[in-house]
């Protein structure tokens, strides 16, 4: 079985490649409406509270807004520029999309070494080999996160190559928006929450040790977010929308039989389940910022890459949508992004010294500067976030 064939193999290839051309973020606008920031406020959040501190800190006019100029994808702090050693980074699903433009744009600095934690470890040797990732600046190592087992061959597999870890990104993600009945990840939870939240609600949690070990001077863990999982966004609005509920589903196992596959304990849906699971994603980073942060002085955040509507996200969606959606994106919402420009935002949160605030939600405006996003309310409800937590570490078998 594949997951058996856990590989440790360091990258034996390197074929340089031609970048695509890169979209540039214009007015991120629709019939006057701004998408890329529009928000409703939820001023009951504590999110938003300690937003407002953090704003009256700064003095910021603007409460849900903080941006930030655009900086180099690596642009080292002055001081630290010629001790730092190479940076070494986790990210998951770096074998297309946003994982490996994000490890090609880590990579081409020269300032980091990509662990590319795949399902499909051909698949990640073609990938890295085409997007000429040199083979010193990364190393693939078998990860289905749809089996709790593998997430934990991972973590010894990678424990056993020696390397330290700095920065873990949570990135890899199904979506299933056409399916009829649910599938099941190998511990049965329903595949999509099963994999983009449990499998790296485990893997985030065993390697919170490595992270604490490192002496890097910054540390982080990037769990990969969506507007499309916050409901205080038009996206966040087209049906099915996000509702994680009184989490029984999740309660009972997600798996079909004795409870629902939905976190809501609803009917099957699995556009809502990947929505679902993305608010899942965004709660466990501000539940990690709560409980881990002061202690570890590890950095935890969440982001939106804006949408990257050629990727293989959508692989599973009917043929129309495939054609009509990137279009749709890029000369109607404005809010289509490259993924090679993608890959150079989840490399900013990844390595900027700018921005290692924890526990926040960044997003990109108009101009391409990150600022500090307002998650919905749902996504940023702390008694839910810590609901969620302890249910996943049931699941998962941590508690
Ligand atoms: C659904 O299918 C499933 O049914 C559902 O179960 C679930 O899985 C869901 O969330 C997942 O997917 C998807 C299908 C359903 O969606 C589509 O195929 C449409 C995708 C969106 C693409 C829209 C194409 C519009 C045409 C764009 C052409 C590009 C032209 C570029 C050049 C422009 C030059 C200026 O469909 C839907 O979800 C609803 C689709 C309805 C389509 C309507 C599109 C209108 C877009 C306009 C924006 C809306 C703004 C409203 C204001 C109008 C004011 C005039
Ligand atoms: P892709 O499908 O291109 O990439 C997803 C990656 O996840 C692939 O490498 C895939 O591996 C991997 N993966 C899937 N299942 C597993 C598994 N069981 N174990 C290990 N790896 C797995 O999609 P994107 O690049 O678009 O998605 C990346 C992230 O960005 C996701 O978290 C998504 O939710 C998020 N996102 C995407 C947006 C978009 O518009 N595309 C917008 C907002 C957020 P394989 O190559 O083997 O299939
Ligand atoms: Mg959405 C107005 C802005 C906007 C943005 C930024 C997105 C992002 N979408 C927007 C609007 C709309 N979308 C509108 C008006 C419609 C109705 C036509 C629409 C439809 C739509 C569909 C059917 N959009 C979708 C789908 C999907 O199947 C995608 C999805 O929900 O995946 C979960 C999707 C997305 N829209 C986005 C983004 C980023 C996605 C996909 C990726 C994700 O959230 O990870």
Redo the contacts with the bound molecule.
Sequence with gaps: MALQAASLVPAAFSIPKEGKSSVSLKDSS??GISFSDYLKVDSSSSALRSKRDFNQRVGAVRAQIAPTTTPAVNRAAPESKKTLRKGSVIITGASSGLGLATAKALAETGKWHVIMACRDFLKAERAAKSAGISKENYTIIHLDLASLDSVRQFVDNFRQSGRPLDVLVCNAAVYY??AKEPTFTAEGFEQSVGTNHLGHFLLARLLLDDLNKSDYPSKRVIIVGSITGNTNTLAGN?P?KANLGDLRGLAGGLNGLNSSAMIDGGDF???KAYKDSKVCNMLTMQEFHRRYHEETGITFASLYPGCIATTGLFRE??P??RA??P??Q???TKGYVSEEDAGKRLAQVVSDPSLTKSGVYWSWNKDSASFENQLSQEASDAEKARKVWEVSEKLVGLA
């Design positions: 629709l019939f928006p056409t087209v099915p849906d699995g556009a969606h009917v129309l949508f009509l959606f279009p749709f890029k000369y109607i």
